[in-house]
């Protein structure tokens, strides 16, 4: 354990040694500024209308406001988890400094769950940026706090699912480069396939919606904690570990 | 301390390291000599427990390198070709961290960082950032990672490539001074760099070892002596001393051949023919010649694709920069 926290130190102290975290924090920060004051706005407009007896008797900000927020940071994060996975293994590969890490008195487990630590702080450091707007809403309104904690908690765990397929193709390739726009492509795919499935036929399309990252995410912005969503984001992220494991393992044989 | 049995390494069809075999013994510097492609690297790395072999089996202080990876490289220290480096981390936070993961212990940590700068005369870079030292710091901030965990065993391959001459006495000497209380295995493909620094030698060529030997009997069979296969029909006992009395000749072994015949290997200074005067004492005898030959040693090829010239190893290409 004393090694896991060392080496996921070791991952943060770096994110942050370079412009990474702060391209990455501010990005996150810029984009989730603007859905937050976008959201509000339209949110306000219709709170608006409401007092004037036009609209629907109740206004949840808890669902008009919250919950499509989250929905539109896990597009965010779809763009800038890969910036923060693209280089954890291929740039040890590439200059060398994987054969300090694999000479160490450390396991492959060990090393592996450092970098998604690492990751997940910085990722967790970006969320916690946000805090920031949601305060603002329960000094201003009124809303529910549990929703809002099992949106970040969903935050959370979809994260992981992405820093994980990261990870693993970042094991795959020298190049950081590389190893981002290919996680790019992956996340996205694991994103819109149930757009696909939409398309098959029904039984194709239960298939794909249960595969995508995004399905199981719904109910963690609504508040709702189903043990379904929760068993298939953990075993995504251990899943995903597992193959970088793999990976890791075969580059080794391979040398 | 290191043992190193039939090592083999494929990668794919190709076979990089071929049935190595070999011992080092606590608190000797043993070095590795082959030219570049022999599997230097490679048995190094499956020495260090980096890549695990295709066949045969490495024991590291006791510990089976592939069966308890841990306790083996717990007492390993490596600087592979390339120092590995973290280029936005000081020196003192890169040393920090490998001591952090070679396990030594919390409370130590600073003192075995402080006492690895002064070793390898670091102390003066604590706080500059690896991607900005120089190509010597670097290979000493190499160095004293591997030093770290005060391992029983170092590794060293090519420390001293890309060095500039005056950098390269030094490292000669730390690795020297090192080597009192650490076994060592350092490669190189430059010869005077083992009798300079080590006191066993073993020679690899396309992944097979060719020889082993002190530096100083394989000098001087490679630079000091030309050696002679001769047959002789003769009985044994005078022909030693007959032959060795010869201007020239530095050396006679003499074995019986089974059919009552003798072998002979005649060593002589180099530029001193001696055929002449072998073959007279011979004949002059009443024994019969029946052989006479010079003897061309397999490591003489070998030595051929060593660099025996210090002042070449500037003229190689430099490896590419970490990173800025
Ligand atoms: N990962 C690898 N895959 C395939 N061939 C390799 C690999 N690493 C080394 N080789 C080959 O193995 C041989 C030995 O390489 P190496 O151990 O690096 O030699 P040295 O260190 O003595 O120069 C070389 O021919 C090299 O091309
Ligand atoms: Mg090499």
Redesign the pocket.
């Given at each position: 354990m004393r090694n896991v926290i060392t080496l996921a130190r070791k991952e943060l102290s770096s994110y942050f040694a370079s412009p990474i975290a702060s391209i990455v924090m501010g990005f996150y920060a810029l984009l989730f500024g603007y859905f937050f004051y976008a959201l509000l706005a339209f949110f306000e407009r219709q709170s608006m209308q409401m007092s004037m007896g036009m609209g629907p008797m109740t206004m949840n900000i808890n669902q008009m406001l919250i919950a499509p927020l989250f929905m539109n940071a896990t597009v965010i994060a779809l763009f800038v988890l890969p910036m923060i996975t693209m280089r954890t293994y291929s740039e040890e590969k590439r200059s060398g400094t994987i054969e300090l890490l694999l000479t160490a008195p450390l396991t492959d487990v060990q090393i592996i769950l450092g970098k998604f630590l690492g990751a997940m702080g910085l990722y967790a450091a970006m969320l916690a940026v946000t805090l920031l707007h949601m305060a603002v809403l329960f000094y201003y309104g009124d809303p529910e706090w549990r929703p809002v904690a099992t949106g970040y908690l969903g935050m959370l765990l979809l994260g992981g699912c992405f820093i994980s397929v990261g990870l693993l193709i970042s094991s795959l390739t020298k190049n950081q480069i590389v190893a981002g726009m290919v996680t790019f492509a992956v996340f996205l795919m694991l994103w819109v396939i149930n757009w696909i499935g939409s398309f098959a036929g029904p039984t194709a399309q239960a298939v794909l919606s249960h595969l995508s990252i995004v399905e199981h995410f719904d109910d963690f912005a609504k508040g709702v904690i189903d043990t379904n969503h929760l068993v298939y984001y953990v075993s995504f992220i251990v899943f995903g570990l597992f193959l970088t494991a793999k990976s890791v393992d075969t580059e080794r044989w391979?040398? | 301390m290191i043992e190193v049995q039939h090592l083999t390494k494929r990668?794919?069809p190709?076979t990089?390291?071929d049935d190595v075999t070999f011992r080092v013994e606590a608190g000797e510097i043993l070095g590795f000599l082959?030219?570049?492609?022999?599997?230097?690297?490679?048995?190094?790395?499956i020495i260090t427990g980096y890549m695990p072999a295709t066949e045969g089996k490495v024991i590291v202080a006791g510990h089976d390198v592939f069966e308890a990876p841990i306790e083996a490289k717990k007492r390993t220290g490596y600087l592979p070709?390339t120092p590995p480096l973290y280029p936005d981390m000081t020196v003192r936070d890169y040393l920090t961290f490998v001591a952090r993961i070679k396990g030594v212990a919390g409370r130590e940590v600073r003192g075995r960082v402080d006492d690895v700068m002064k070793r390898t005369h670091v102390a003066d870079m604590a706080s500059r950032h690896c991607a900005k030292l120089s190509k010597g710091y670097r290979q000493r901030v190499g160095l004293a990672q591997a030093l770290i965990n005060n391992p029983d065993v170092l590794i060293l391959?090519?420390p001293t490539a890309g060095l500039d001459p005056k950098q390269i006495i030094e490292t000669r000497q730390l690795i020297k001074e090192l080597g009192g209380s650490h076994t060592t295995v350092l490669?190189t493909?430059i010869l005077p760099e083992v009798s300079q620094t080590c006191h066993r030698v073993v020679i690899?060529s396309k992944?097979r070892v060719v020889a082993v030997d002190t530096p100083e009997n394989l000098t001087a069979r490679l630079r000091g002596s030309e050696t002679m296969f001769l047959q002789v029909a003769a009985t044994g006992g005078e022909i030693e001393p007959a032959l060795a009395g010869i201007p020239g000749v530095t050396r006679v072994a003499v074995t019986p051949s089974g059919d009552g015949t003798l072998g002979v290997e005649v060593d002589s200074a180099r530029g001193h023919d001696v055929r002449r005067d072998l073959a007279a004492a011979i004949v002059g005898r009443g024994w019969g010649l029946l052989e006479l030959r010079p003897m061309r040693m397999s490591l003489e090829d070998i030595f051929l694709h060593l660099t025996t010239d210090e002042s070449t190893v500037e003229a190689q290409p430099e490896p590419e920069a970490v990173d800025a």
């Open positions: 391979r040398g | 990668y794919g190709f990089a390291v082959g030219p570049n492609g022999a599997g230097k690297t490679t048995t190094m790395r070709e391959d090519e490669s493909h690899i992944g």
